[in-house]
C-alpha cells in the first residue's frame, strides 16, 4: 500500500477540491491511503461534506496555513505547523511516501529543500513541467527554480528529466533537445554552449532547439534554465484563451453570428485539450531526497487525482533511485 500524503489547505480552492481528488484517487486505486494534511477539523468538515465514510483517507492535523501571498522563504520558517512544512516532515521521516500540493510553489520548493534535502550527487534540483506539443506532452526542465544556471546543472537537468520522462510519462527513449537561440553548436551564450559541448555524445542529445521548434515535439526532455522556462511555462498557459479570443474578435469584425462560430470553437477546444493542465495533474521537484509535486492553484478534483497518480508512479518506478544510480 502506498501512502500520499495530500496538501488539504494548498490552492485557490480548498479544502473542497484537494479532499474531492483524494477522495477520486482511493476509488480508481485500490492500492494507495491517503493522508490529508491540514487543519484537522477543516478536513473532517469536508470530508463529511462530500459524504466519505471510507477509511483510506486520514486526516493529520496541520492548524496553520501558508498562503499563495506568503513570501516562501519567511513561510516555511514562520509556520512550521503549516500543511506543507509538517507533510514534508511525514515524509522525510518515511511516514508517507510523497508528498503533493497545489499550494505556494515557492514555500514548496523551499520546503522540499530544506527538509528532504538533495539525492546523491545532485547539484540543483529542479522543477519540470510537461509543455503541450503536437506529438502529445513532452517535459521542460527548470521552469523556475534555478534562475541562473551552470553547464554542469543543465547537464544533470537533462538526465533527471530523461529518468522521469521515460518512467512516468512512458517515453521509451527520451531524446534530450537544449533551448538556445539557434541550431548551429556555437551559437547561444557560453553557459548553453558549454552545456552542448558536455552533452553532445550522449547518445539521445538531438542538439540544440529552437523555440519555434518546442510546440512540434523535436525533442521530449527541454532543457533550459529557470528564467527561459518559467517564461514559456507562462506563454504556453495563455495560448488557448488567446486563441479563442482571436478567433472570437475575428468572427465579429466579419459579421458571422454566435451560431456559425459554435462549431469552430468547438474543434478548437479539442485542438486545445492537451494544454488542459488537469490532464497533467501536477509536477515534481527532481533532485530532492523525496517524492514532491506541486500543482496549478487553480487545480480541480481531476487535476488533484492526476496528480497523485503521478505520485504513485513515481513511488513505483522507484524514480528517484534511477537518478542517483544515472548520475555517480
Known sequence: MITIAVDAVGGDHYPQNPVAGAIQ???????????????????????????YTGDRVQVFNAPDIITMDD????????KPQASIPVGLTLHARKQCDAFVSAGNTGALLAASAFILGRLQGVLRPTISTVYPTTKG??????????????????????????????????????????????????????????????????????????????LFGKADVYVCDGFTGNMLLKFGESIPAALQLL???????????????????????????????????????????????????????????NMIFNAVKMVEHQVNDKIVSYLN
Open 137 to 214: 506532452f513532452r517535459l521542460m526542465v527548470d521552469v523556475g527554480a534555478n534562475l541562473e544556471v551552470k553547464p554542469e546543472f543543465l547537464v544533470q537537468f537533462a538526465k533527471m528529466g530523461e529518468v522521469y520522462a521515460r518512467e512516468v510519462m512512458g517515453v521509451e527513449e527520451p531524446r534530450i533537445g537544449l533551448l538556445n537561440v539557434g541550431e548551429e553548436e556555437e551559437k547561444g551564450t557560453e553557459i548553453i554552449r558549454k552545456a552542448h559541448e558536455l552533452l553532445k555524445n550522449h547518445p539521445r542529445f538531438v542538439g540544440n532547439i529552437e523555440g519555434r521548434d518546442i
Open 247 to 305: 478567433i472570437q474578435q475575428a468572427a465579429q469584425s466579419s459579421s458571422l453570428s454566435a451560431d456559425s462560430i459554435k462549431p469552430a470553437l468547438g474543434v478548437l477546444k479539442q485542438a486545445l485539450a492537451p494544454f488542459d493542465y488537469q490532464a497533467v495533474g501536477g509536477v515534481p521537484f527532481l533532485g530532492v531526497n523525496g517524492v514532491s509535486l506541486v500543482g496549478h492553484g487553480g487545480s480541480t478534483p481531476l487535476a488533484i487525482k
Open 25 to 51: 484517487a482511493v476509488q480508481e486505486n485500490p492500492d494507495i491511503t491517503i493522508l490529508l494534511i491540514g487543519p484537522e477539523q477543516v478536513c473532517r468538515e469536508e470530508l463529511s461534506k462530500q459524504g
Open 71 to 78: 513570501a516562501p522563504a519567511q513561510a516555511v520558517k514562520n
